[in-house]
């Protein structure tokens, strides 16, 4: 079993929200599972935020997908490769 995983971690997440959806727009058909947590809820919601994405297709999609979203100002994503061995 193989999974590849994008992580997203976002600062100033009120800013940069529209952008980062617009890229994960674009590339919606190679993501399979996407999880979105911040911290904080009503008054308190927290400025920061974490994406967590499972992605299928080709890795060169995966790897422009993670540099389009580090093109982002206060954004750092990262793509993580996970496997078992049978």
Known sequence: ???????IL???R???AVRVQNILTESGCYIKTRLGVHDGVLTECSDTGLIVLEVV???SVH???VKKLNG???VHAKMVE???ND
Do not use: Y
């Open 14 to 16: 009120r800013e940069s």
């Open 72 to 74: 982002i100002a206060g």
């Open 82 to 84: 996970l496997s078992l």
């Open 63 to 65: 790897e422009q997908l």
């Open 57 to 59: 297709g080709e890795k």
């Open 1 to 7: 079993m193989h999974k590849t995983l994008v992580l």
């Open 10 to 12: 976002i600062g100033k």
